[in-house]
């Protein structure tokens, strides 16, 4: 079965500084990877995804994540953080399924704040 | 482009009484999802439907919880009787099929008192 680890459950940073959530995962098969972004009482939002190709992907706010397949991970980084980046971000692995389909497995959750 | 459309955005309903949420998926999805995310946690898969059939309910608690995707549009999940432990946000998301992205509706907050 897959799984996926976030073990930061906050992090607190200032403004216009470089910010690192951490991910990993772990399944027996190829997978999809995907940060989502949770705005307070707000859906979850696709913040960006690995399908395959490139091992270094970007979303339009400025994040990036890489995947290394040796290390199972997939971390999000940004370098200079701003105020609307503070939210809860989920990390999640998507493994094909017998029969057809995916699942997606999500994280716990890293809650990003960001103080002036 | 509307996106995931649910109802109610909050509910608080006494321990025993029935609960119903709705949940109005993007146009041409045929992919829809009810995950339930309990505080502090990621979202957890309860059951996923390809157009009107309830392909992956593993996880549903079927003594209590059930379902329907009428038409294969919209779907209604329900809980009879609600207990304290069902205090959770109940999130519904779509996709075109099983492989692509899902999308995700801002979710029904219940409280059980």
């Known amino acids: 079965a897959q799984s996926v680890t976030q073990l930061d459950s906050q992090v607190p940073v200032f403004e216009e500084a470089p910010v690192e959530l951490r991910c990993n995962y772990s399944?027996?098969?190829?997978?999809?990877l995907f940060w989502y972004v949770q705005y307070p009482n707000q859906g979850l939002q696709l913040l960006l995804k690995?399908?395959?190709?490139?091992?270094l992907v970007e979303s339009i706010n400025g994040f990036e994540a890489e995947f290394n397949k040796s290390q199972t991970s997939f971390h999000l980084r940004k370098p200079s953080v701003h105020i609307i980046d503070t939210a809860e971000y989920f990390c999640?692995?998507?493994?094909?399924?017998?029969?057809?389909?995916?699942?997606?497995?999500f994280g716990t959750g890293t809650q990003l704040k960001v103080e002036l | 482009e509307a996106g995931v459309v649910q109802s109610p955005r909050y509910k608080i309903i006494e321990k025993k009484q029935p609960v119903a949420f709705w949940c109005n998926p993007i146009?041409?999805?045929?992919?829809l999802y009810w995950y339930l995310q309990n505080l502090g946690q990621g979202p957890e898969l309860l059951i996923r439907?390809?157009?009107?059939?309830?392909?992956?309910d593993s996880q549903l608690p079927k003594d209590r919880f059930s379902a329907e995707r009428l038409k294969g549009v919209d779907s209604t999940l329900k809980i009879q009787p609600a207990e304290l432990g069902d205090s959770a946000v109940y999130l519904c998301?779509?996709?075109?099929?099983?492989?692509?992205?899902?999308?995700f509706g801002p979710g029904t907050r219940l409280t059980v008192t």
């Open positions: 690995y399908l395959s190709g490139s091992t």
């Open positions: 439907y390809e157009n009107e059939e309830a392909v992956d």
């Open positions: 998301a779509s996709s075109l099929a099983p492989v692509y992205e899902q999308y």
């Open positions: 999640a692995v998507s493994e094909p399924l017998t029969g057809g389909g995916n699942k997606l497995t």
């Open positions: 399944s027996s098969v190829s997978v999809y």
């Open positions: 146009s041409g999805h045929n992919t």
